[in-house]
Each structure stands twice: as C-alpha cells, then as structure tokens.
C-alpha cells in the first residue's frame, strides 16, 4: 500500500439547486400555471476540488449555508455534481442520518439487521458484528425489547452502534457526535480515534472546532460555494473563528444602530407628546426587560477592545493566550474617586471571574478628561465557550457611574479537551 | 456493471424489505397473514358465482380458465401501480442515506411476486380439487414463466416509479393504462374471438403471451409454444433494460425533486 495513495479526488465539483417559488409537479399545474414553475437557481458549490488522502482525516468547518453538507451528500452520491468529478476508493459509510429504516415495532435486535442492510452489510456480515453492536451500544438487557419502548437517548446509541461498525474504507460525518450522554460521547469519539488509526479516511462536518482540532489533520473553511482556506486545524480554525467574530461584531453593530434610531425616533415621539399632553407627567422609565447598562452618567465607556499578546485587536483567543482589555470612556464632569472594574460570565451566567482596581488595592483614580484604561489577563486560562464581559465605572463608595453589562464578547477556543470552566495550572508525579 | 454488483451487495436490504412489506401489509388485522390466501379464494368464488349463474359461458371451468390468467396479472399490474409511488413512498430514506436506489423498485416487485407464489399455492389447490390435474413436464415450465413475468414486471416498475418522481401524475394515470392493458390482454376471454385485424397488436403485448403459456400449463396442461415464450421473454428483457436505462438517468435528481 502507497501511503499517500488519493482515497477522495473531488475535481472542479459545481452544485446548484433550484429553487421553486411555488412548485407544481402535476400536469395540470405544470400546463395551466407556466408562471408557477418559475424558480430561482442557487450555486451551492461554485468549483470545489480537494483530495484526501488514504487514512487522513479532514474536517470541513463553515457557516450555515456555505455548503459542507451539500459537499458531504455529493460524496455519499445521495446526490451528483451539476459538473466536476469525485471519485471515491473503497467502501463509503456515511453517519449522516441515524437510525435510517428503524422500525419502532421490532426489536433492537431486529432493527440492527434492518439497518445495517441499509449501509449494504450482508447478512454473514451483520451476523459477524452483531455482538459488536449490541456491546458497544450498551443496550444488552433491552436488545430483545421493541425500539419504540426505548429512550432517545438509547435510540440513538443503538443507531450510532450500528453506524460505527459498519467496517468502511471512508467514514462521513455529518454533525452527529452530540449523541447520549456525555460519557457515551467520549465512547464515540475514541472509537472514531480506533477507526482512524486503522487507517479510515474520515471526513467530518462540525461546528464543534475542538472535536475537528482533535481528529483531524486538515480544517477545509468552505464560504459560499469556494474553498477559502485550507491547512491545520489550529490555524484555518483560528481564521475562521476571527472572520465569524468579525461578522457578529458587524452584525449586532447593524442592530445596535437601528435600535438606537428608534429610540430617538420614540423619545422625539415621547417630547412631542408630553409637550401637548400633560407637562407634569412623570418621565416614564424605559420599559427594558433587561436593562443592559446604569450609572450617573458623568462618564461613559465608548470603546472596547480584546487586544491579543501582539497588540492585534480580535475576539477569539486559545486557552492560555494573554489577552489585554483596552476600554475608553469619555468624561462629562469628573469624577474624583473612579474605580474601574471587570467581570467575566459564560454563555449560561456563571461568573467565572471579576475584579476591580479596589479589591486590587489600587488608590482612587481622579478623572477630568477622555481616557483610557486597560486591564492586562496575563493568562486566560477559561475553556472554550463564549463569553461575556461586563465592564464597570464606579465612584468611591460603590455607586456606578457607568455599568456596562455584557459589553463585550469573546470566544475561547483550545484543542486540548480538558473540561470544566477553566484551566487550572497542574502537573503530576507518578510514583 | 458496477451498480449491478452493488445492487448484489444490498441484498440483505432487499430481503429486509420484502419481509418488512410482507409483514406489514396486514398488520393488526385479526386473520393476519392468512389473508393472503382468503383474498385469492374470495375472489375465485366471486368470479364462480359469477360467472356460473349471471353470465354463464361457453368455456369450460370458467372459474379456472379465468383464475389461472387473473393471478398473474394482478402481480403485474400492481408491480407497475404500486412500483409508479414506491420511490415517493421512500422519499425520507433516499434524502438522506445513500443505497443504490434500484432496490426500492426491485424490493418492490418482488415483494408483488412472493404474494403471487403464496396465491399460486391457492391455484394449485383449486387445479387439483377441480379434477383438472397436473401435467408434469409442463409444471416444469411454470418457473420461467414466471421469471419472464418478474423482468417484464421489474423493468415496468423502475420506469413508472422513476418518472413519478417528476411527473406525480402518472401514477393515476397508469390506473386507466393498466386496465385498459388488461383488457387488451386475453385474460377474460380468449384470443381466438379476437378480430383479426387486430391481432398483431395483441402479439405485441408481452403480457398476451405470458398469460397464455400460464393457461396453457394449468388449463390446458400442455407446454407452452416455445415462440411465445421466447419472444415475450426478448419483449421483457428490452423493458428491463430501457427502465433500468432511464432509472440510472433519472436517480441522479432524486434527492433534490423529493
């Protein structure tokens, strides 16, 4: 066996679909209602070629709709090329939909040869790795029960068992290793690492970057229908994750503006009102759900930056990365006793860490004019997951001259796979 | 080539479907499989009743003369009706799992075919008791019959069932074709009261030939002409390779059409 030996030639592969305003596809509609048929033609693919070779495993990562699923249908031939070639070398197991042809009447031992002959698996076959299967979905005492008294969750080890033991040249993933509990999943993933090195070539789509960092040789950033970069994981993933970061910035920038403008637009609305109606009404407070930001208002936080250990502003970092907060505020009337302060919470409100120049027993700053002021994270050593910082200006005895809730938001990411909320410096001595 | 090795690989998913489709046609009624059997026998004392007393005809044993022709042709008509939606009926699976798509028509059909070997265990009852008896050496034709009947019935399927695909009315359509085919098809009467102008066409019809070499072995106990056989199996043969011909064509915008 050559070892670079091309098991996946994708060649020049174009895709488009179309795209029916209303679609008729019975003779009536198609004669009486010409117009109806109009649709509108949508290039998925635009010219994709790359090759993998034998026992490598790729990930394709992009955003939805940049076409990695239809390029992993294209190389199940669920469905074919517009134009272009693939050629694929040996047998194709796909583990795109689980559970394919599973009925809910007959048992799991049932479904188990049902679904296997869907991957092409004879019955010697399935025969030879039926207690493979039923081993490794766990599921022994309930295997002679119909599946329809299963769980989901069992549901799926049963489906995921059988796809993953379909002995197959060339493995397709589709998103699907958020499967059972928690300690299944980490079963799942090491059976893939046994699969790859057995020599399986593996493509996965995911928007998980740490599973692709963990399994894959080679990232594939697919954006709108082209291949925009290719190369490690840890690079093409860092890539990808700043273009995503910028694209959200741009994004609630957008909406942040229009919401602003309507506010103006109402609170001009609202003085219009009260100068006709009642002079004495009461200020009503905005009715805000969450009410994302409170102070005095003598200053206020205009800018903030996450600058990484080179002085490059970006919102996403690795694990362990230096990341230096720059946030400039602008002063109305001063302030003779400012404090400045930081916290950090994760996507579901656990504050993972917060300070200010108080508790870091720094004097009272006095602030007349514009500034600037930054906190240095020597360290970040959270795990990846996005987070959200709160940013605050407070006076002396604690009152907030401008709390800036959520203010920001960066994205950590990391390869290694250790778990929890953050890392936390260690070493060990086996004796 | 290579499809019809693959298509020899899933041969367990074939097998997994015939016997799920088997299994579930009379799921939860209270005879259950048996109704295999009652249907065909209910049918033949309906076509007895018939037949004898309403609209008595000259042939003899009418009952069987009909039964031994109707059998086969409801295998055929039901392969290409019931082919036309079985594509469709799989919609869910050929969206998002790959097989080669040929084994939802042939699992199909011979689903068709395996009801018809049960039905013929009900020919054979009535053959004996009717006192008609068995030719031997004619017995021995009946499974290449049957195996031209299977082309010509697999090559209409994967036809129908890939043009519905686009064209969602052809399955009610094929219902008017198909029975204006059977009765074009000498199953009720026979062909000697055909007009004889029209008689090349009925020769063209595949199906003329194989119900006659049917009634020839269980009516007439003689063996079947061996022109007929020969040229409705080279009838059957062309089907199937123009229907798996276009099948191949047409299974590439399955997924996307569905």
């Given amino acids: 066996m050559v070892r670079n030996e091309i098991a996946i030639d994708v060649k020049n592969v174009t895709k488009k679909f179309k795209i029916y305003y209303d679609k008729g596809s019975q003779l009536k509609e198609r004669l009486l209602f010409r117009k109806r048929n109009r649709y509108e033609e949508r290039m998925v693919l635009r010219g994709i070629s790359f090759q993998v070779k034998k026992g490598e495993a790729v990930g394709l990562i992009g955003h939805n709709g940049c076409g990695k699923s239809t390029t992993l249908k294209l190389l199940t031939k669920i469905m074919y090329p517009d134009s272009g070639s693939i050629t694929m070398k040996g047998r194709v197991s796909s583990l795109i939909e689980l559970g394919a042809g599973f009925h809910p009447d007959m048992s799991g031992r049932e479904n188990i040869y049902t679904n296997a002959a869907i991957f092409g698996l004879t019955k010697k076959e399935i025969d030879r790795r039926l207690n493979d299967i039923i081993e490794f979905s766990e599921l022994e005492q309930f295997i002679d029960n119909p599946v329809r008294t299963y769980s989901s969750g069992m549901y799926m080890r049963l489906a995921f068992s059988v796809a993953i033991n379909v002995d197959a040249d060339i493995l397709l993933i589709d998103e699907i290793l958020g499967v059972g509990d928690a300690n299944f999943q980490a079963k799942c993933f090491n059976k893939l690492k046994e699969i790859k090195a057995n020599g399986t070539t593996i493509v996965i789509v995911s928007h998980s970057l740490g599973q692709i960092e963990q399994i894959c040789e080679r990232s594939i950033w697919i954006h709108e229908g082209l291949i925009r970069a290719e190369g490690p994981p840890k690079e093409i993933d860092l890539e990808y994750l700043e273009y995503m970061g910028m694209k959200l910035q741009e994004t609630t920038a957008k909406e942040l503006e229009k919401k602003a403008e309507r506010e103006a637009a109402e609170a001009q609305e609202a003085a219009a009102q009260e100068t006709n109606n009642a002079p004495e009404a009461p200020v009503q407070e905005e009715p805000e759900e969450v009410k994302k930001r409170w102070g005095s208002g003598k200053a206020r936080i205009t800018g903030i930056r996450a600058l990484s250990g080179d002085g490059k502003a970006q919102r996403v970092f690795r694990t362990g990365d230096r990341i230096t907060l720059e946030v400039s505020y602008k002063v109305k009337e001063k302030v003779s006793d400012a404090v400045f302060g930081i916290g950090i919470f994760s996507r579901d409100g656990i504050q993972c860490y917060g300070t200010n120049t108080r508790i870091d027993k720094l004097s009272e700053f006095s602030i007349d004019k514009d500034g600037v002021f930054e906190i240095a994270l020597e360290e970040m050593n959270l795990l990846p997951g996005e987070y959200l910082i709160d940013i605050a200006i407070e006076s002396g005895d604690g009152i907030p001259v401008d709390y800036f809730r959520e203010a920001y938001k960066i994205e950590m990411i990391s390869a290694a796979g250790d778990v929890g909320i953050t890392r936390i410096k260690h070493s060990w001595n086996i004796r | ?258």
């Avoid at chain 2, 367990?12 to 059997?37: A, C, E, H, N, P």
């Avoid at chain 2, 003689?222 to 040229?231: A, D, G, M």
Wanted: net charge positive; glycine share 4%.
């Fill in chain 2, 1 to 258: 080539m290579n499809t019809l090795r693959e298509i020899y690989d899933y041969r367990q998913m074939i097998f997994s479907l015939v016997r799920k489709d088997l299994r579930g046609r009379y799921k939860g009624s209270v005879l259950g499989f048996l109704w295999t059997f009652i249907n065909p026998l209910l049918q033949l004392v309906v076509y007895t009743v018939v037949f004898s007393y309403i609209l008595p005809t000259n042939i003899d044993k009418y009952y069987l003369y009909l039964f031994v022709g109707l059998i086969p042709w409801i295998f055929f008509s039901a392969s290409i009706t019931g082919g036309s939606s079985s594509i469709v009926a799989q919609k869910d699976l050929i969206k998002k799992i790959y097989f080669p798509r040929q084994v939802i028509p042939i699992s199909y059909v011979t689903s068709c075919f395996v009801n018809m070997l049960l039905s013929f265990i009900v020919i054979f009852i009535v053959v004996l008791i009717s006192g008609v008896g068995f030719n031997p050496l004619a017995l021995l034709c009946l499974p290449v019959i049957m195996l031209v009947e299977y082309i010509l019935a697999l090559g209409m399927a994967m036809l129908s069932s890939a043009i519905t695909v686009y064209f969602r009315d052809l399955e009610h359509i094929l219902g008017i074709i198909t029975m204006a085919w059977m009765y074009m098809t000498p199953i009720m009467y026979d062909k000697s009261i055909v007009p004889q102008q029209l008689i090349p066409i009925f020769n063209l019809n595949p199906m003329t030939h194989v119900i006659e070499c049917y009634r020839d072995v269980l009516y007439y106990k003689q063996i079947p002409e061996l022109t007929s056989l020969v040229s409705s199996f080279a009838l059957g043969l062309l089907f199937l390779v123009l229907g798996y011909l276009v099948f191949q064509k047409l299974q590439k915008h399955f997924a996307e059409e569905l």
